[in-house]
């Protein structure tokens, strides 16, 4: 009983350390590239209305709002078409640039997208 306690102890240790590693090793990049960054549609606004994310991130915009709203790229790159309220749209933004989106229902609705290159 006491050699499982002690075995599992050192499980937690080794685990605990794998995290650590991983935190502050090579993985930085790669965490960056997975990051999410949530857009709140609310009061026929795009909130916050510029975000910068490193390429490779994904932004869900999410329509808190009971009218519809969408999210339109100015360059038709992307097109939530309509959401609902509660409804969400996620698009991943692979390359480096500035995106500029619009609501079709509601075209002075603006927001932006700053995509920066991978980190060096
Ligand atoms: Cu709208």
Do not use: W
Not at 8 to 17: N, P
Not at 59 to 70: E, I, K, M, R, S
Not at 110 to 120: D, F, Q, Y
């Amino acid at each position: 009983m006491q050699t499982r306690t002690s075995l599992r102890t050192s499980l937690a240790c080794l685990v605990f350390a794998a995290a650590c590693l991983t935190a502050t090793g090579p993985s930085r990049s790669l965490a960056a590239s997975n990051a999410s960054v949530a857009v709140t549609i609310k009061n026929d606004a795009f909130n916050p209305a510029t975000v910068r994310i490193p390429a490779g991130s994904a932004v869900t915009f999410t329509n808190a709002d009971d009218d519809p709203h969408t999210v339109t790229s100015v360059k038709r790159l992307f097109d939530s078409r309509g959401l609902a309220q509660g409804d969400s749209f996620r698009y991943v933004f692979r390359t480096p640039g500035k995106y500029e989106y619009y609501c079709k229902v509601h075209p002075f609705m603006r927001g932006t997208i700053i995509v920066t290159g991978a980190r060096s």
